[in-house]
């Protein structure tokens, strides 16, 4: 059972491709094709042999139908399917009558109009012409001409039943596979976004958030109003980065990068946030802090970037930064926006970038308030 469930399900597409058309288009033609063996069987009981050979001829054109969805031929498919079950409904209402129920066949292809191509909806709306078409010419021979033969009670009951229950299936089949493939897509596209989210967000090599992502989060923060003691901005700049490149290369200059990403992240927890700010350059935002809280703590991050080793090889790396702090004015009257938060934000962005250079022409590896 597992084999042959992997081959009715066999992919045959693209990776980005859906695989709707060709599981539709498929499934359905394997159940025409066991449709018509019944009735080969119902029709060779009851000796009605010219019947069993035009049978024969519908399972082997669905059979067709079938193998095509294997090469990706899904259109071609498609085609096959709707011309002999529209060969077939002509057929049986012909030859027997509006009362065995072959003819609500036309709200399989009706389904299938739409669910089962990739067609634009121009091309859909003159496809449902047809069907209606078809459906209209159907009634139109059922009011004009009497059946080419009389069948007992039974036998149209037998019809009925199994016609209902065909075209039922096959309007199931079609509706889970394409609910199925929808939400399979809305969920790939999820992923997608999330991951796409993930890297406009986060630094790919500190993972931290990026300067994009940290200042759009203290904008939401402040207007959140859950930063009543204040919003205190630190920029941190690698002492000397560019020898560590220049001693030892750049890949231990990433390793520098990485772990002193790492203890900043892991120190920021409990005050705020650390961010990726460009290059050798790292964002601290102090959130319900004011300056003398964020200095205070500044110091003590630096203490443990003093204390830390990186270790390259037999090397042992030492590192410190020069930071400078300054303070967001959150404190406004009146209702504010978002674009003066980000104002005020840049504002003391700039300030911190201005301590930070007094630190580095004092002497570096200092925290100026």
Sequence with gaps: MNKLAQLIWKDVTGENESNRVSYIVRINALLMCIYFIIFMVVFSIQGMFPTVGTCAICLATYGLAVYLTYRDYNTLALAIY????????????????????IQHFVFVLLLLVFVGTYASDRTKILLSIGVFLVRLALYTWHVSFEPYEEVPYNITLMFQI????????????????????????????????KKLKQISEIDPLTKLPNRRSVISGTISNIMRGVCENGVCIAIGDIDFFKTVNDTYGHEAGDEVLKQLASLCHEFMKEHGIAARWGGEEFLFVFNNENLDEAGMHANALLSKIRNMTVMWGDVEIKVTMTIGVADVNTFISGDVTEAEIDDRINEAVGAADKKLYMGKSGGRNTVVV
């Design 82 to 101: 709707s011309i002999v079950t529209i060969f077939w409904m002509m057929r049986f209402v012909m030859q027997w009558g509006w009362e065995c129920s």
């Design 162 to 193: 199994i016609n209902i229950l065909s075209i039922f299936l096959s309007m199931i089949v079609i509706l889970m596979i394409f609910t199925r493939d929808k939400m399979a897509t809305e969920a790939k596209l999820s992923q997608y976004n």
